[in-house]
């Protein structure tokens, strides 16, 4: 594979580094402790890849930017 064999990492790499610049991207599941937001989006499936859903947590402490953490990646259940 020319993406070194883990396309599902180098993809959520990508999308973590796009959501650090825009974290209202994702869909937000509930409120965590603190400032914390919990999130959910999805990553659309390619021909060696399904579809994914990427939860991820978006920590905003003052000053901003944030910090993205993806905490869990799952095949989509539907296409």
Do not use: H, W
């Amino acid at each position: 594979m020319p993406d070194g064999g883990r396309p599902a990492g180098n993809v959520t790499q990508a999308l973590r580094a796009e959501l650090e610049k825009n974290p209202a991207l994702g869909r937000q599941a509930r409120s965590a402790t603190g400032g914390m937001k919990l999130c959910t989006t999805r990553i659309e499936g390619t021909d060696s890849r399904p579809p994914l859903t990427v939860t991820y947590v978006y920590d905003a402490p003052p000053p901003e930017p944030g910090i993205v953490r993806i905490a869990l990646v799952t095949p989509a259940l539907f296409s």
